[in-house]
């Protein structure tokens, strides 16, 4: 009897200290890709083969050349609707993970595609610089972009002037401010002697 109750309490405390590996998985990219800790990078370099547990916060970036974008990323080849920038933030889940040879992997990849080329237009009461809020280098006009380029268009305006709406190719927007944040978008162009054109103005009020 005593035998017997001695084998339950062992049995028991196996079973109330769980195998430390069941919560890590190994996470694979090839050498396309680069990984960081921490959910917008930072905290410490990640190689491929690494073991991580679930609710590591990791980002991911492609590796591209100048004139390339990534389309999709993937994970265990499934794609992730929306995820097409060249960094790709993520939250190890063990629900993602696949057995390879016995082990609990996450593999990281992506697809790549070469940029459309776009010729940006605009008239002299319009300025322009690269990145979102300005920072980049000024655009002049009939400058050649890539698709997915951020610009900030400027409205030069006389004293009194208001912005009524900015317009793409003479479609109105939205946009009414003084100043117009866009990321070049191929479906917005149009075809002017061989070449893809995206022509930017506005209105007054």
Known sequence: MLVAVLL?????????????????????????V??????????????SGAELQAGDDLQFTAILAPDEIVTNWYINDEKQNYESKK???????????KYVDDQ?????SYEKKTAEKITIKFDSTVSCEKGWFGDGDVVNTETELKERDDVQFTAQLSSGQEVKNWLINGKETLEIDKTFLYTIDPEDAIEEGGKKVIEVSFKTK
């Open 8 to 32: 339950l309490a062992i049995l028991g405390l196996f079973t109330a200290c769980p195998n430390p590996k069941a919560k890590l998985v190994i996470i694979k990219f090839d050498s396309t």
């Open 34 to 47: 680069t990984c960081e800790k921490g959910y917008f990078g930072g905290d410490g370099v990640v190689k």
């Open 87 to 97: 960094t790709f933030s993520y939250t190890v889940e063990m629900a993602d993970a």
């Open 104 to 108: 609990k992997v996450i593999k990281i």
